[in-house]
Nanobody, 123 residues
Framework: QVQLVESGGGLVQAGGSLRLSCAAS????????MGWFRQAPGKEREFVAA????????NVADSVKGRFTISRDNAKNTVYLQLNSLKPEDTAVYYC????????????????WGQGTQVTVSS
Protein backbone atom coordinates (compact mmCIF):
# COMPACT_ATOMS: atom_id res chain seq x y z
CA GLN A 1 0.00 0.00 0.00
CA VAL A 2 1.46 3.32 -1.07
CA GLN A 3 1.56 5.96 1.65
CA LEU A 4 2.42 9.60 1.11
CA VAL A 5 2.92 11.88 4.08
CA GLU A 6 3.41 15.61 3.55
CA SER A 7 5.00 17.97 6.02
CA GLY A 8 6.54 21.41 6.15
CA GLY A 9 3.54 23.67 5.69
CA GLY A 10 2.87 26.67 7.87
CA LEU A 11 2.29 30.39 8.09
CA VAL A 12 4.82 32.66 6.41
CA GLN A 13 4.96 36.30 5.39
CA ALA A 14 4.95 37.32 1.76
CA GLY A 15 8.42 37.00 0.30
CA GLY A 16 9.31 34.17 2.64
CA SER A 17 10.17 30.54 1.97
CA LEU A 18 9.06 27.07 2.97
CA ARG A 19 10.17 23.58 2.08
CA LEU A 20 7.50 20.92 1.80
CA SER A 21 8.39 17.26 2.12
CA CYS A 22 6.57 14.17 0.91
CA ALA A 23 7.73 10.91 2.45
CA ALA A 24 6.74 7.95 0.30
CA SER A 25 6.52 4.33 1.44
CA UNK A 26 5.03 1.02 0.47
CA UNK A 27 6.56 0.54 -2.96
CA UNK A 28 9.73 0.80 -4.97
CA UNK A 29 9.22 4.15 -6.61
CA UNK A 30 11.74 4.00 -9.43
CA UNK A 31 8.93 3.79 -12.03
CA UNK A 32 6.83 6.47 -10.41
CA UNK A 33 6.10 10.09 -11.06
CA MET A 34 5.60 12.30 -8.02
CA GLY A 35 3.50 15.40 -8.24
CA TRP A 36 2.60 18.38 -6.12
CA PHE A 37 -0.83 19.97 -6.43
CA ARG A 38 -2.54 22.70 -4.47
CA GLN A 39 -6.10 23.70 -3.73
CA ALA A 40 -7.19 27.06 -2.43
CA PRO A 41 -10.62 27.62 -0.84
CA GLY A 42 -13.32 27.75 -3.48
CA LYS A 43 -10.93 26.82 -6.27
CA GLU A 44 -10.13 23.67 -8.17
CA ARG A 45 -7.06 21.64 -7.46
CA GLU A 46 -4.20 22.82 -9.65
CA PHE A 47 -0.91 21.35 -10.75
CA VAL A 48 2.24 22.81 -9.22
CA ALA A 49 5.15 20.55 -10.15
CA ALA A 50 6.08 16.95 -10.90
CA UNK A 51 9.23 14.86 -11.08
CA UNK A 52 10.12 11.47 -12.46
CA UNK A 53 11.71 9.40 -9.74
CA UNK A 54 14.07 7.80 -12.22
CA UNK A 55 16.12 10.36 -14.09
CA UNK A 56 14.72 13.34 -12.25
CA UNK A 57 13.06 15.14 -15.16
CA UNK A 58 10.65 17.78 -13.97
CA ASN A 59 7.70 19.90 -14.99
CA VAL A 60 6.82 23.08 -13.13
CA ALA A 61 3.67 25.16 -13.60
CA ASP A 62 4.20 28.54 -15.25
CA SER A 63 2.50 30.25 -12.32
CA VAL A 64 5.29 29.21 -9.95
CA LYS A 65 8.24 28.74 -12.29
CA GLY A 66 11.31 30.51 -11.01
CA ARG A 67 9.97 30.50 -7.45
CA PHE A 68 9.22 26.83 -6.71
CA THR A 69 11.60 23.92 -7.19
CA ILE A 70 10.85 20.19 -7.02
CA SER A 71 13.50 17.65 -6.13
CA ARG A 72 13.84 14.17 -4.70
CA ASP A 73 16.13 12.23 -2.39
CA ASN A 74 16.24 8.62 -3.51
CA ALA A 75 17.89 7.39 -0.34
CA LYS A 76 15.14 8.89 1.82
CA ASN A 77 12.25 8.13 -0.56
CA THR A 78 11.28 11.76 -0.17
CA VAL A 79 10.20 14.42 -2.62
CA TYR A 80 10.60 18.09 -1.81
CA LEU A 81 8.94 21.28 -2.97
CA GLN A 82 10.95 24.40 -2.22
CA LEU A 83 8.73 27.46 -2.14
CA ASN A 84 10.51 30.81 -2.44
CA SER A 85 9.27 34.37 -2.86
CA LEU A 86 5.88 33.33 -1.58
CA LYS A 87 2.82 35.41 -2.39
CA PRO A 88 -0.58 35.54 -0.67
CA GLU A 89 -2.07 33.84 -3.74
CA ASP A 90 0.09 30.80 -2.99
CA THR A 91 -2.07 30.15 0.06
CA ALA A 92 -3.57 26.67 -0.33
CA VAL A 93 -3.48 23.10 0.86
CA TYR A 94 -0.59 21.42 -0.90
CA TYR A 95 -0.93 17.75 -1.81
CA CYS A 96 1.64 15.18 -2.82
CA UNK A 97 0.56 12.55 -5.36
CA UNK A 98 2.05 9.53 -7.10
CA UNK A 99 1.48 7.57 -10.29
CA UNK A 100 3.32 5.11 -12.45
CA UNK A 101 4.43 5.84 -15.97
CA UNK A 102 4.29 9.10 -17.86
CA UNK A 103 4.74 12.47 -16.20
CA UNK A 104 1.50 14.44 -16.42
CA UNK A 105 -0.01 17.59 -14.98
CA UNK A 106 -3.49 16.03 -14.85
CA UNK A 107 -4.55 15.36 -11.27
CA UNK A 108 -7.00 12.58 -12.17
CA UNK A 109 -4.11 10.52 -13.55
CA UNK A 110 -2.55 10.24 -10.12
CA UNK A 111 -3.47 7.17 -8.10
CA UNK A 112 -2.17 7.96 -4.65
CA TRP A 113 -2.54 11.09 -2.57
CA GLY A 114 -1.30 12.40 0.73
CA GLN A 115 -3.45 14.15 3.30
CA GLY A 116 -2.18 17.62 2.40
CA THR A 117 -0.32 20.33 4.24
CA GLN A 118 -1.57 23.89 4.68
CA VAL A 119 0.50 26.80 3.41
CA THR A 120 -0.68 30.26 4.42
CA VAL A 121 1.06 33.38 3.14
CA SER A 122 0.24 36.65 4.87
CA SER A 123 0.57 40.02 3.15
Amino acid sequence: QVQLVESGGGLVQAGGSLRLSCAASGRTFSSYVMGWFRQAPGKEREFVAAIRWSGGSTNVADSVKGRFTISRDNAKNTVYLQLNSLKPEDTAVYYCAAKMGVLTILSYRYDYWGQGTQVTVSS
